[in-house]
């Protein structure tokens, strides 16, 4: 091959592009373009570099599945080409830097913590510390959910902690605690009310068996129905400190 073959297929290949080139995301929604985003490099005369539409890399893709994290617009991203070709960019990850600093409370000098934090704020949070990890979920309103290894608890909670479910696992218990009243439903209805006050079952028909005593205790206690029996395979003994008295249309002893 000689020099002016060497010189015509010089002309015909495309310039080489550097390895890797940071830049700052201008858009990143298009309906022909989904997964993609628009691109200004950081290189060159601002406002003279900006790309078409790049394709995002992703830890893990596949035909209607993996995982979909495009950067916000406005965050800088870094910039790779295949085989060096400027006609091939693509997004291989997101830089921080001073105007879009790492989320606070998050590096820490035994790299325990691992997060994925949301721009809106929703969060959740790995803390990786030997025989105490845990995993947290939490919105931007305060409601979280916490798994903690060294509690053996999974816990369910409002930003004060004034309603929450725990489940203790080394206890064997799940408490649930709310500011106002509990309620228990199935298909919609509700069958169990508590409050601090007053509990209400509203259910067809209530079945309570105990293998020794069944005790009721309260200041005043009544049993309504339109018939009522008690029954003893024994004894059956009423008491009263005060006044008894049996009403009725008729009455039978015996």
């Given amino acids: 091959m000689d020099f002016f073959d060497e010189l015509l297929k010089t002309e015909k290949e495309p310039s080489k592009a550097p390895g890797l080139v940071s830049g700052i995301v201008l858009e990143n929604y298009d309906e022909k373009y989904p997964g993609m985003v628009k691109v200004e490099y950081s290189a060159g005369e601002t406002g003279k570099n900006k790309s078409g539409w790049i394709p995002v890399a992703s830890f893990y893709a596949g035909k209607e599945h993996g995982a979909y994290f495009l950067p916000e617009i406005g965050s800088e991203v870094l910039v790779a080409f295949i085989l060096g070709n400027w006609d091939k960019p693509v997004v291989i990850g997101s830089l921080w830097n001073k105007q879009?600093?790492?989320?606070?409370?998050?590096?820490?000098?035994?790299?325990?913590?691992?997060?994925?934090?949301?721009?809106?704020?929703?969060?959740?949070?790995?803390?990786?510390?030997?025989?105490?990890?845990?995993?947290?979920?939490?919105?931007?309103?305060?409601?979280?959910?916490?798994?903690?290894?060294?509690?053996?608890?999974?816990?369910?909670?409002?930003?004060?902690?004034?309603?929450?479910?725990?489940?203790?696992?080394?206890?064997?218990?799940?408490?649930?605690?709310?500011?106002?009243?509990?309620?228990?439903?199935?298909?919609?209805?509700?069958?169990v009310t508590l409050d601090s006050n007053k509990e209400?079952?509203?259910?067809?028909?209530?079945?309570?068996?105990?293998?020794?005593s069944f005790k009721v205790n309260g200041q005043s206690v009544s049993i309504k129905g339109t018939t009522a029996e008690v029954n003893a395979s024994g004894s059956l003994k009423i008491n009263a400190s005060g006044i008894t008295e049996v009403k009725g249309s008729m009455v039978k002893i015996n």
């Avoid at 934090?117 to 510390?129: A, W």
């Avoid at 509690?151 to 709310?178: E, P």
């Avoid at 209400?200 to 020794?212: A, E, H, L, Y």
Wanted: charged share 30%.
């Fill in 100 to 191: 879009s600093p790492i989320p606070k409370g998050i590096p820490e000098k035994k790299n325990f913590n691992k997060t994925v934090k949301t721009k809106g704020g929703s969060q959740v949070l790995f803390s990786d510390e030997e025989k105490k990890q845990s995993i947290e979920i939490t919105t931007p309103a305060g409601l979280k959910i916490g798994i903690y290894d060294e509690k053996s608890k999974v816990v369910i909670q409002d930003k004060d902690n004034k309603n929450s479910i725990t489940l203790d696992a080394k206890n064997g218990c799940i408490s649930l605690d709310a500011s106002k009243k509990i309620e228990l439903k199935i298909n919609g209805s509700t069958l």
């Fill in 200 to 212: 209400t079952v509203n259910v067809g028909s209530v079945d309570i068996k105990t293998k020794q």
